[in-house]
């Protein structure tokens, strides 16, 4: 009977202990971590180098003005989509005759091809 009593008070200690250790980590995650006076942030910023690392920055190519691009429309087509990665852009358009996905180049402003998504016969 005395071993119980004993193992039923060290289980009461454990779960006092366990309660304030939530507790405790509930309220750093609302501080939102730790403050320090460090300027380096915690995690690598996009674009940085850090000095020690031996790596060079390389400057971004910055794309030259392009002028106008004309793309020609059929009876009926819109503009659905537009998406850009690196130094060409992808047009998407809808019109009676299905879909079509049209490549630009933002160099030189041609037009690389088109992909045309139509159904099955």
């Not at 730790?34 to 794309?63: E, F, R, Y």
């Not at 998407?92 to 992909?115: K, M, N, P, W, Y």
Request: aromatic share 4%.
């Amino acid at each position: 009977m005395r071993v119980i009593k004993i193992l039923v008070a060290f289980m009461g200690v454990l779960i006092v202990a366990g309660v304030a250790l939530v507790v405790y980590g509930v309220s750093r995650q609302e501080d939102g971590g730790i403050v320090t006076d460090d300027p380096t942030p915690s995690v690598p910023v996009a674009g940085q180098v850090d000095a020690s690392s031996g790596l060079d920055p390389k400057p971004v190519a910055q794309l030259a003005p392009f002028g106008t691009i004309n793309i020609d429309l059929a009876p009926g087509e819109t503009l659905v989509d537009f998406s850009r990665q690196g130094s060409e852009a992808t047009v998407r358009l809808e019109g009676r005759q299905g879909s079509r996905l049209v490549v630009v180049s933002l160099r030189d402003g041609t037009i690389l091809g088109q992909i045309l998504l139509v159904e099955p016969q």
